[in-house]
């Protein structure tokens, strides 16, 4: 077991591992020191001495990524001192900086700009010209550098060193005119290349797919996971409602949870927000012809009635634990067989960090609830819901759908995306995880759907109600899974 040291920050009493980054001790404490080179997944370089505390004992005062905590210590993070050296380095990064916030992507989430805003706060005493580099850089793989922007951090080419391990990114030239840029014939090219515009902690690196598109200061937040892989990234989903207009998602971006994806997510998975607003099923049909709502739902009813016995039900490996939840008590009630085929949903290969090549988010939830692969075309009326089963017979074939897909189904159903109903899912660390309801859409939820054709009252508290018989989540609750989920496999 760690030894565990006691040190005083702003007179606060700290636990810590004895041999402990200080910053980091700090920061995960609650205590904001500003830095930019320091990452919790690139570590210590050093480079930018943003981070500088006193410490009682020294002269001058220390930076605080390269000290580690020790017994006793105290650190004062605040005060003229410390302040005075904060203002210096950010006069230093501020010097050739192009100040150019108004029209900066990163405005709203800059570092630089946060930092100047606390501690900054003077005018220029440069008298000559600054020094002028690149602005428009197209790097690949959607992001583009805008080099005047850059304060050198280095973090964006230590993620392509030690992380990607693919180098495309470097450190180039010297003194002031030293410029973040790719290694010559390269560019930058990889399936996690995006996560460096998270990483830049100012302007320089932004992404092509978001800029200019929404101030970030208009964006509301959910907290979910990624649906493309089995592993479960997790996200938020930053969307916004402006006046007269849809609710638009506008971007995902990684969530921090060690456990699952550390600090990261695949570029696939984040550009997979289009998918909200894309190809999307929203009419109820009747052999093809749009109908009302109540009509399809009516004509429901009576199939599963005639049908009862008879019935099989294929169901996405995507859909949550509670929709496949709300399915099993639908097929409960019509004595119906519940399927899925996770074989359609394996797609090239696992990488050695996060992409899975299981494509279903929810794999290890079908597995827990008992749905597996079968024969499910031997009964007469068949329901597919949401599956990529793309089912040809002629027979009786309802579809629930997302999205739209090629079918020649009698009846379909428009049913809401994740992004608009809660739920949770098993990732495959089985780790049960949460998605929060991020905007408003009309279509109906499965949940909605089944309790009107079952004409009973099929809650969300229902559904956990069911879902905690199952020994695995005995004792957990929607709420118990709380932001970064809980080991229950
Ligand atoms: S582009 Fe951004 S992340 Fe890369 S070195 Fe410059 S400031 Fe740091
Ligand atoms: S690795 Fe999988 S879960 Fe993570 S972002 Fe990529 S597709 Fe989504």
Redesign the pocket.
């Known amino acids: 077991m760690d030894k565990m040291v006691t040190f005083f920050a702003n007179g606060n009493e700290i636990k810590a591992k004895e041999g402990e980054i200080l910053l980091r001790a700090l920061l995960e404490n609650g205590i904001e020191v500003p830095h930019f080179c320091y990452h919790d997944a690139l570590g210590v370089d050093g480079n930018c001495r943003m981070c500088m505390v006193e410490i009682e004992g020294f002269k001058r005062p220390q930076v605080s990524c390269d000290t580690e905590v020790q017994e006793g210590m105290v650190v004062r993070t605040m005060g003229a001192n410390i302040n005075e050296v904060k203002r210096s380095i950010l006069e230093l990064e501020l010097i050739n900086h192009p100040v150019d916030c108004p029209i900066c992507d990163q405005a709203g989430e800059c570092k630089l700009q946060d930092y100047y805003m606390q501690t900054g706060l003077y005018d220029s005493r440069l008298t000559t010209q600054k020094v002028h580099k690149n602005k428009h850089i197209d790097l690949g793989s959607s992001v583009m550098l805008d080099q005047e922007r850059c304060v050198l951090c280095a973090r964006c080419s230590r993620f392509t060193s030690n992380i990607t391990k693919t180098g495309e990114l470097g450190i180039m030239g010297r003194g002031d005119h030293s410029y973040l840029g790719t290694m010559p014939n390269k560019k930058l090219d990889n399936p996690y290349a995006m996560n460096v515009v998270d990483l830049c902690p100012v302007g320089a690196l932004t992404s092509r797919d978001f800029r200019f598109k929404q101030r970030v200061w208009f964006l509301k937040s959910a907290d979910s996971i990624?649906q493309?892989?089995e592993?479960?990234?997790n996200i938020t989903i930053d969307h916004t409602q402006e006046k007269y207009k849809e609710d638009v998602i506008y971007r995902f971006k990684p969530r921090a949870n060690k456990s699952v994806?550390g600090y990261f997510?695949?570029d696939?998975?984040?550009l997979s927000y289009k998918k909200q607003s894309e190809n999307r099923q929203e009419e109820f049909l009747i052999s093809g012809e749009k109908s009302e709502s109540f009509e399809v739902l009516n004509k429901l009813k009576n199939l599963l009635d005639l049908n009862k016995g008879t019935v099989s039900i294929l169901i996405s490996p995507s859909c949550s634990l509670e929709e496949m939840m709300a399915v099993k008590l639908l097929a409960k009630r019509y004595e119906a067989e519940v399927f899925c085929d996770l074989d359609l949903y394996l797609e090239g290969k696992d990488d050695d960090f996060?992409?899975?090549a299981q494509k279903a988010s929810n794999k290890k939830g079908t597995e827990l609830l008992g749905i597996n692969s079968g024969d499910y075309k031997k009964n007469s009326l068949i329901i597919n819901i949401n599956h990529k089963k793309i089912i040809k017979e002629n027979g009786l074939i309802v579809e629930f759908l997302t999205h739209k897909k090629e079918n020649n189904a009698y009846l379909v159903l428009p049913i809401a995306y994740f992004t608009e109903q809660k739920g949770s899912a098993i990732n495959s660390d089985g780790y049960i995880q949460r998605m929060e309801k991020a905007i408003t859409k009309e279509n109906m939820t499965l949940l909605e759907i089944i309790q009107a054709v079952l004409e009973e009252e099929i809650s969300f508290d229902l559904i956990w109600q069911e879902l905690q018989k199952i020994d695995q989540l005995n004792g957990i609750s929607w709420d118990k899974i709380g932001k970064t989920g809980i080991k229950v496999l």
């Open positions: 990624c493309e892989c592993k479960g990234c994806n997510m695949c696939f998975g984040r996060l992409i899975k």
